[in-house]
C-alpha cells in the first residue's frame, strides 16, 4: 500500500465510450502524475500537476483529458479513444514536484487501471 | 538532459547477489540517482536513492564511483520474489522544473 489509490482497477471500453479514471493520494502531496505504460515499452510520462496546476504535457492526444480540482485528486478523462490506447494507465504522486533541482523526488504510484479498448 | 543505460536483462539463482550497473555519463552536478522496482501490472515502486560514494538500506546497496557516470544497484541474496524490472533514473533537468523519465528497465529473472 504507497497511499496512491487508483479506481477503477481494469476497464473495458469500446471507442465511442466517455469514461473516467480516477487517482487519490493520501500522503500530503502536492505534484500528480498521469503515466501510460504500453505492452513492452517503457513507461511514459503524461501529464504533471503541481499545486493543482498543470506543469506538463507531453504531446498527448486530446482524447485524453486530465482534471485535478485538487492536491489530492486526480482524474483522466477518456473519450473517443482507439484499440492502441488500450495500456496500463499508472497515477503517482510526489511532494512537490518542482522542488529542489536534482534531487529527483521520489515518486510514489498506484496500483494502475488495466485499460482495454475495443 | 541525462540518459541512463542499463542491461535489458539478467537471470540469477535464488541466494545469488545481484548487481545490476547503469551508465549516465552526462548526469549533471546537481543530480541524485534513484532506483525503482516494478512487479508486472503493478506500479514502480522506489528502492533507494544516492548521491555518491554508498547508500544501504533494508532492501538493497547503492554504490555510486567517484565520477559518478555509473552505478550498481546491489541485491543480497535474491528470492524468487525479487523478479521484477529495475530501473535506473537521474532527473531530465529542465528551465522550472524537472522529470523523472523511465527508460525501459532491466528485468531481472530469478532461477530457484
Known amino acids: 500500500e504507497t497511499g496512491v489509490t487508483q479506481t477503477p482497477r481494469h476497464l473495458v471500453m469500446g471507442m465511442t465510450n466517455k469514461k473516467s479514471l480516477k487517482c487519490e493520494q493520501h500522503l500530503g502531496h502536492n505534484a500528480m502524475y498521469w503515466y501510460k505504460q504500453s505492452a513492452k515499452k517503457p513507461l511514459e510520462l503524461m501529464f504533471v500537476?503541481?499545486?493543482?496546476?498543470?506543469?506538463e504535457n507531453n504531446s498527448v492526444p486530446s482524447r485524453f483529458s486530465p482534471e485535478c480540482p485538487n492536491s489530492s485528486h486526480l482524474f483522466l478523462h477518456l473519450h473517443t479513444l482507439q484499440p492502441e490506447d488500450s495500456a496500463l494507465y499508472l497515477c503517482a504522486s510526489s511532494q512537490e514536484g518542482i522542488g529542489l533541482a536534482g534531487v529527483g523526488e521520489t515518486q510514489y504510484f498506484g496500483p494502475g487501471t488495466r485499460l482495454l479498448v475495443l | 538532459l541525462a540518459k541512463t543505460t542499463q542491461p535489458i536483462s539478467m537471470d540469477s539463482y535464488e541466494g545469488q547477489e545481484v548487481n545490476i550497473t547503469c551508465s549516465h555519463n552526462?548526469?549533471?552536478?546537481?543530480?541524485?540517482i534513484t532506483w525503482y522496482q516494478q512487479f508486472p501490472s503493478q506500479g514502480p515502486r522506489f528502492i533507494i536513492q544516492g548521491y555518491k560514494t554508498k547508500v544501504t538500506n533494508e532492501v538493497a546497496s547503492l554504490f555510486i564511483p567517484a565520477d559518478r557516470k555509473s552505478s550498481t544497484l546491489s541485491l543480497p541474496r535474491v528470492s524468487l520474489s525479487d523478479t521484477a524490472v529495475y530501473y535506473c533514473?537521474?532527473?531530465?533537468?529542465?528551465?522550472?522544473?524537472?522529470?523523472?523519465?523511465f527508460g525501459k528497465g532491466t528485468k531481472l529473472s530469478v532461477i530457484p
Open positions: 552526462n548526469i549533471a552536478t546537481n543530480d541524485y
Open positions: 533514473l537521474v532527473p531530465d533537468s529542465g528551465a522550472g522544473s524537472y522529470q523523472l523519465t
Open positions: 500537476y503541481n499545486f493543482k496546476e498543470q506543469t
